[in-house]
Nanobody, 116 residues
Framework: QVQLVESGGGLVQPGGSLRLSCAASGSFFAIYAMGWYRQAPGKQRELVATITGGSTSYADSVKGRFTISRDNAKNTVYLQMNSLKPEDTAVYYC???????????WGQGTQVTVSS
């Protein structure tokens, strides 16, 4: 069982930056693929970025602006968000997928609001 706790959300002006963190409980953090997803009001949850080992992938809408990284020693995954736009406003969720058991775990989400 893995518990995920996101933090770092908040209100930021367009063009600003935020760094989200997702801290995971439990052992063997490196065996999990980690991802950030977001859900805006009235919209479906969508993939933002994933990291598996050292490999990363991004949604086209955030490429060049967002960076996902992980620190396995701290059981934490990060999402650095730069050049934020109003359309980035959403609740951001962290997801962990066990690479062998193929089980998913989700955090409770953190709100990001981009507005002037």
């Amino acid at each position: 069982q893995v518990q995920l706790v996101e933090s770092g959300g908040g209100l930021v002006q367009p063009g600003g930056s935020l760094r989200l963190s997702c801290a995971a409980s439990g052992s063997f953090f490196a065996i999990y693929a980690m991802g950030w997803y977001r859900q805006a009001p009235g919209k479906q949850r969508e993939l933002v970025a994933t990291i598996t080992g050292g490999s990363t992938s991004y949604a086209d809408s955030v490429k060049g602006r967002f960076t996902i990284s992980r620190d396995n020693a701290k059981n934490t995954v990060y999402l650095q968000m730069n050049s934020l736009k109003p359309e980035d406003t959403a609740v951001y969720y962290c997801r962990a997928t066990h690479l062998i058991l193929n089980r998913d775990y989700w955090g409770q989400g953190t709100q990001v609001t981009v507005s002037s």
